[in-house]
DNA sequence: TTGAAAGCGCTAACAT
DNA sequence: ATGTTAGCGCTTTCAA
């Protein structure tokens, strides 16, 4: 593999003009530049990114800390557009996307990513309530850009939408159509996004005067199998609900298997709202009201904000809010009317 | 940031001895081995990626070439479930994964992973006919794993299904069903996994004495709109198809909107058979009947034998088939009778 | 069992 | 406009 040095020998050079003529310096004669990239072409010179790192204490990467449940991550469409958003901008901006694959606890991966200096920021996935990485961030002052609010104060930027708002715009929607027996079926229940969701269902049925019961709220995980399991059990109780708001698509097709197959008709018998709105929510049997959260778009301005970070090379604690929309299919029951701007 | 030499300092020893107890060498006491290492925790030290990589030459990171057509692939649950497959094992060696969100064009981005020293090898995601990049790889001779079979002769180890083994069963299925008028509805036709399913799919027709049609093949790219863009031309032709055999479910899941938005129920009026067998495929309406490929298995195999390789320290060129299976369901039109292993 | 010293490939003062 | 030099943080001979 050809050195930076080898370069510059064949170009009758010095090293350092080799490296000016790569930052394409604009104290190089034009006529050694055509020499050196003579050289550097004939050589296939690539540079070598430890040694270049070394010394300016930059990767080009931002790193994305993947949770422990790394099946759930995977697996869900959410995750993969939000992804697919990342790359985007990533590309754009010629940086390097790594998957912390690595390590033991979350702790041990976001110091193999940072201080390692495998990369110059990372992105986080959700949060929940006393997060210890959130306290190591703050503790790194590194850039950082979380997916979702902290539950508690903490310094760092984050992209989310109004979870509590848009859980009340569905319940409230579950509401109007008739229902008054409404479950929440969630994700863990010391994740911040379900709180905030399971808040603003409780809100919605407060204000319209209906008392909340907690038999009616289920947490499970973020699989298919977590919404059937989960359904289950919300359609096991005496009292059972009409409808069930879902914190999650995937949970909602879950759901709907279970329902299915103790031989509820969706929405005759039982009326289901998702959350997401993945691309499969249009294509199921019925098609699955959800609420539209931007996933894509919440991935390019996570990404966005990072970068931004890294460029100013300090924490800025910023956050966006990307609105939702409530998108009405037929798994509700209401006439879909389409969607449902807020 | 405490670096070595503080840590040596700290230690009372040289920064080699601490090196040496990093690496947990034997011929070190254990005396001085407690030592360091209360003075490693004292400081919080963390070792230097790019410092180490310098002097080592390895990375301890696998990467993933992203194909151009990045949308098709993050969103994709076919890529999803294999890259969970790869992250698990990754995760597992305690590797690092690196998705290649930067540079242009393909053989850039390759170089800027395994000249520039990002990566110890790389992943690739499937192949066409003549494809520049199998041939960098032969010439870097670094080590590589190729999703589905290279088109020519090339120095990767790969991971595959036998598509057209594959093909060939699915269409058989629906040949026993009775249908004559069978379409296909593939990707890229330059892809090779395309070239192996129809390959098989037209091995079937001849084979049962049913001679292929042109008209009845059509190409597209990898997502719902692509097989519903493709569905569309099929069920245009005047003779047309009375069962489709799609190369990705997520192609049939366009294919059934297309369908279903023509008046045509399916399977009464239309079969269908998808590929890779997604969860989702199991909840679609009808439930899909699909070749279930194995993509968790696929991913896992494709980073062992990498990271086989990399311990190897050179390429392999080991082939390996995950099998497949026909798993029979709705969409078919033939009574479920469950798996139908090849 | 440990230390000293060289060097991995690059960039960035500081000279000129 | 270009060269010289030092050094980034680590591993690894080679010596002791």
Redesign the interface.
Known sequence: ?ATIKDVARLANVSPSTVSRVLANSPRISEETKRRVRAALEQLNY??????R??VTNST??IGIL?PPS??E???N?F???W??G???V??QR??????????RGEIEML??MI????VDGVLLIGTRRGDPVLKEISKLRCPAVLLGRPADPAHVSWVNNDNQRAAYDATLHLLNLGHRRIGFLGGASDLVVTMDRVAGYRNALVDYGVEPDPRLEVSSFFL?QGGYLGMMRLLAISDRPTAVLCADDVLA?GG??AAHELGFEVPRDLAIVGFNDI??AE???PALTSVRVHMHELGVRSAGLLLEEIDQGKPLQRHVIVNHELVIRYSCGAKPIGTLTT
């Open positions: 593999m690539h540079p070598n990114a430890f040694a790192g070394l080009g990467a993947i790394a099946e991550f995977f697996v469409p995750f993969a557009e992804m697919a990342v790359a985007e990533a590309r010629g940086v390097d996307t790594v998957l912390s694959t690595s390590a110091d193999h201080r390692g200096r495998r298919e097709f709907m298997r691309r499969l294509l199921a049997h």
